[in-house]
């Protein structure tokens, strides 16, 4: 049996998951996601494949956040005709979150082209328009969780409920050729367990090769019930409307964000938080909440339903010129905004006009990938860059991870072992370098089997009760060394920042002119 597998995304960063799976008779993508982060990174989102979109035979897909599937709009551009597999409740997330990227890329698009034009810089073009993803969303076919489903010639897959998002799976994918067969299960992101809307992750025992997520592979977190994460919520808010400011948290759309109402108003029922408007100023997270609403009901929670509406605390500000209209409210609120790793959309406006007021206070509550603003953030930046601006950060800063919807280092190498035996080999992606170097050190330690960490654009051969080889390398579209690392864009921005503390610091303008010329005599040699 000859079959490859291409690892084209979230290789070194957590961002961009593809993998092209390839046999004598198909050739199945899983997962087609977008690139978040430094620019550099991100410019693999607008060049070619490192495939043929037409010759792909089908796509599976593990969950609907676009750092997933944020590619499938460019992949029906470039040719791909075939059937997108995913669960009902990705697909109905991936019709309210495909549309909303490629509308942000028409937006953002259009406002750094009037930058380019002040500049003499030329246009560009988005990745994808709306109508672009919405035309893609007819290729989605839906399976159900524990049902073989056929993909292409020889080829089968199943998906397990992976407790990340609503709708999120693992996928297990059989080859047959012949007289032979092989089992390649794919994570996919897998959640921590006990989450108000998801269960446990679960996936099948018995698979010859693990291609296994690594976002927190060297992270243990404190666990928490329900009640021991309303407490951290608690504490964090009182401390925000103690500092007399507005508080700002960058959410992901899809299961924090709807977690995060859920647990604030039930805090302000108990008066266990001072009460206040809410503000979710996405209309990415508003119409994700009416999918949850519809989940709910399904469900039988009439009661999770009932909170997700519009409410005299909870407010929804769709229309740009209400999210504009955030900037005239006094006294204590919350803003609910996206991203969550204040990458784009409208937590950038917010940012921008509450990062240098000390009152405020900004919350972070999920990963924050290197090279995104949320990581300047959380490291501690004094000056960031938005738009274009240079912006003082004088607010709190603050970081809450009970909400992660990923599982820590324990909780993966738990799910791994359950998963035994692993008859070939594990092969870590999703992750960045220590990340990576610490989950492979535990599941080395718990004897799983032969373990190895992915790099981008590399071939591997899987062969059933084989440990997994490197196959023929391929040249990069990035050096793996330079995946997960600030680019020059990121770095001069860092400069910026300090010659400006510098220049603020100088006792005089004497002082400042000498260091300005010190610096030209640098970069001149004269």
Not at 83 to 105: N, W
Not at 207 to 214: N, P, Y
Request: overall charge neutral; glycine content about 10%.
């Amino acid at each position: 049996m000859d079959v490859r597998l291409r690892v084209h995304g979230a290789a070194g960063c957590v961002t961009g998951s593809c993998m092209l799976l390839e046999t004598r008779a198909a050739s199945v993508l899983i997962d087609c996601g977008l690139f978040q982060g430094p620019k550099t990174l991100k410019a693999l989102n607008y060049g070619a494949f490192p495939f043929d979109p037409a010759a792909v035979d089908a796509v599976l897909l593990t969950h609907a956040h676009v750092d997933h599937s944020g590619l499938i709009p460019k992949l029906a551009l470039g040719g791909f005709r075939r059937s997108v597999f995913a669960t009902r409740e990705t697909i109905a997330l991936c019709g309210v979150l495909l549309p909303d990227a490629g509308a942000i890329q028409e937006m953002e698009v259009e406002a750094l082209n009037r930058r380019n034009l002040r500049h003499g810089k030329p246009e560009v073009s988005p990745i994808y328009s709306k109508a672009d993803a919405e035309a893609c969303l007819s290729l989605f076919r839906a399976t159900a969780l524990g049902v073989w489903t056929d993909i292409a010639s020889g080829v089968r897959a199943r998906w397990w409920n992976a407790g990340h998002i609503l709708g999120a799976a693992s996928i297990e994918v059989e080859v047959r050729d012949g007289g032979e067969t092989m089992t390649v299960l794919f994570s996919g992101d897998i959640g921590p367990g006990g989450r108000r809307f998801e269960g446990d992750p679960e996936g099948p025992s018995g698979v010859d090769h693990l291609i296994l997520e690594s976002t927190y592979g060297d992270t243990e977190r404190p666990v928490l019930d329900n009640a021991g994460r309303q407490k951290a919520l608690a504490a964090e808010i009182m401390a925000a409307h103690t500092a007399g400011g507005p508080l700002l948290i960058p959410a992901f759309a899809v299961e924090r964000t709807q977690e995060l109402i859920l647990d604030l108003l039930e805090l302000m029922e108990a008066n266990q938080a001072p009460p206040g408007p809410i503000f979710l100023d996405s209309p990415l997270a508003v119409r994700a909440s009416e999918v949850f609403l519809n989940e709910a009901l399904a469900g039988g929670d009439r009661e999770a339903a009932r909170k997700l509406r519009e409410t005299r605390w909870l407010k929804f500000t769709e229309r740009y010129d209400e999210s504009r209209a955030l900037e005239t409210i006094h006294g204590w609120h919350i803003i609910i905004a996206a991203s969550g790793m204040c990458d784009a959309g409208r937590v950038r406006h917010h940012l921008k006009r509450l990062l240098w007021r000390p009152q405020a206070s900004v919350m972070l509550v999920g990963y924050q990938a290197v090279g995104t603003l949320g990581r300047f953030l959380l490291e501690g930046r004094h000056a960031v860059r938005i738009q274009g601006d240079e912006v003082k950060v004088a607010a709190r800063i603050r970081m809450l991870d009970v909400y992660s919807g990923h599982a820590d280092a324990r909780g993966l190498v738990r799910w791994a072992q359950a998963r035994a035996p692993v008859r070939g080999g594990v092969l870590l992606t999703h992750g960045e370098p220590e990340s990576l170097r610490g989950l492979k050190r535990r599941l080395d330690e718990v004897g799983l089997g032969d373990v190895r960490v992915a790099d981008l654009d590399s071939a591997y051969l899987l062969r059933a009760n084989a440990p997994i080889e490197q196959g023929v390398r391929a040249k990069p579209r990035i050096a793996p060394s330079d995946v997960a690392r600030l680019d020059w864009h990121n770095q001069r921005s860092e400069f910026m920042a300090r010659l400006q503390e510098r220049l603020d610091a100088a006792p005089d303008d004497a002082a400042r002119e000498r260091l300005l010329n010190d610096l030209t005599m640098r970069l001149t040699g004269v």
